[in-house]
């Protein structure tokens, strides 16, 4: 038994896994030729499996420029890190977080097909980063076994079938009118961002139209541009490291010249993200029409909810300036937290790229170049406060020294952590009841049977 719920704790955290039997039921669904069947579901696996080996290129690159940030700088404190947090919680809590994990898959394809939230959430380790988080928090609350679980694989239910429709109208400027969401737990940050670039940008050009004189054309080919930008990250971290101390630079720099080490981790970098656009666009290609299946004959109307990184190939100048921009954000937010005495919540490189950048790309898309800085700006110090004051919930539960990262993760968790605290259970029965609510109204508002704020509106 333990080995089957293994193995079903192992599909169920993997998105390649999940939107291949995804994409496999819809082309049933539509009746499509074996051969068919078996490219367009082996073609958003191998897509998101070059995503992620994408990502892993690119967090493996990060990582050094982190230490040599810390070390140039002499910065200490908490890094945010959704893995370093999840690892520790399993050794206490594996049973339960697999266990919501389930519970909330299936009640998220329930909502989607008898509610107007027809969002079905892809990104399998989300999923199991936010499964994790309840159980933590329930747990601590004094719910226990079946009821505990029944809960928390309700909150993440919901908010797998909410968090979408919240920004759909935002994410549908990102795309241009293609119906895919997001399908990530920073969404709140996206949004806020995309709400201060339609404030703050009327009138800012696109960041995808900057006008580059001729001998500078080199700089629209993105992995160029991403490399060189990222070689100067690197060369400036370094060059504060060596003058710090130069022994500890080159034992970071693995006995490497520390400024060939910068130059070359900063190309390596690029090619990471160039891996990511190519495996986005093998998702998209089979994804997106076997969805017309799920959306035809088993979930009308349904609409996937895919990773940040699907959105980069949108938008990919505001990917860069998203993420310097959320880096400064995390930064500022750094010292406040400093000089108000709180703990020290270093920037994480990881957090900030990915969510820095689809800030970025979601403000762009409302407010232009100054949407896409300022909005992925605010991203960054939300970065910054969220998971400082995340950290005393989590401190409760024995996870002292580390925090999760994104947004969502934030809010949910220290909204339920100090409901628990001030009113113990019936606080998460009442976040429980609103979201029911939530769940539920939009059918008696409307007869409509499309999915809620699925519509393109000038913002």
């Not at 499509?32 to 994408?54: D, F």
């Not at 994990?101 to 980063?129: D, E």
């Not at 029965?429 to 809620?452: D, H, R």
């Amino acid at each position: 038994m333990e080995a089957l719920l293994s193995f079903i704790r192992d599909i169920l955290k993997e998105p390649a896994f999940l939107m291949g039997l995804i994409a496999f039921a819809g082309l049933v669904a539509l009746k499509t030729p074996a051969h068919k069947v078996l490219t367009g579901t082996l073609g958003p696996i191998l897509g998101y499996l070059m995503l992620a080996a994408g990502a892993g290129v690119i967090v493996t690159n990060l990582d050094p420029l982190a230490k040599l940030i810390e070390h140039g700088f002499s910065i200490t404190g908490v890094v945010p890190n959704n893995e370093a947090v999840t690892s520790v919680a399993q050794k206490i809590l594996g049973v339960e977080t697999m266990s919501i994990l389930v519970v909330g898959l299936l009640l998220n394809l329930t909502f989607a097909r008898f509610t107007r939230f027809k969002y079905i959430f892809l990104t399998g380790h989300h999923s199991f980063f936010m499964a994790c988080l309840l159980s933590a928090v329930l747990g601590a609350v004094g719910f226990k076994g079946s009821l505990l679980i029944i809960l928390g694989g309700f909150l993440l239910g919901a908010w797998s079938a909410i968090s979408p429709a919240i920004g759909q109208q935002y994410t549908l400027k990102v795309t241009d009118g293609d119906e895919i969401a997001m399908g990530h737990f920073g969404s709140l940050g996206y949004y806020l961002s995309a709400w201060v670039g339609s404030k703050v940008g009327k009138d800012s050009k696109d960041t995808e139209d900057l006008q580059i004189s001729e001998k500078w054309s080199f700089l629209r080919n993105t992995t160029i541009s991403t490399g060189l930008i990222m070689v100067i990250f690197y060369l400036v971290a370094t060059v504060a490291s060596v003058l710090r101390n130069a022994s500890v630079t080159e034992e970071l720099a693995a006995g490497q010249n520390p400024f060939i080490f910068a130059i070359k981790s900063g190309l390596t970098f690029a090619v990471g993200v160039a891996i990511v656009y190519a495996g986005v666009r093998m998702i998209l290609a089979d994804l997106i029409p076997a969805f017309q299946g799920i959306a035809n004959k088993l979930i009308p109307n349904a609409i996937p909810a895919v990773d940040c990184a699907v959105f980069f190939p949108y938008a990919p100048t505001a990917v860069i300036i998203g993420f310097a921009s959320s880096f400064v954000g995390g930064l500022l937010g750094m010292l406040i937290l400093g000089v108000a005495g709180g703990v020290l919540i270093i920037p994480g490189m990881v957090p900030h790229f990915f969510c820095g950048a689809t800030a970025g790309i979601f403000g762009n898309s409302t407010g232009g170049r100054r949407g896409a800085m300022i909005g992925a700006f605010a991203n960054g110090l939300l970065l910054a406060f969220l998971p400082a004051m995340l950290l005393p919930v989590l401190g409760k539960l024995g996870f002292s020294n580390t925090t999760f990262g994104d947004v969502d993760f934030g809010v949910l968790g220290i909204l339920l952590g100090r409901l628990g605290t001030s009113i113990g259970q019936i606080g998460i029965y009442l976040v429980v009841a609103v979201l029911a609510i939530v769940l539920v109204l939009p059918n008696f508002l409307s007869k409509s049977q499309e999915a809620i704020n699925n519509v393109s509106e000038e913002i």
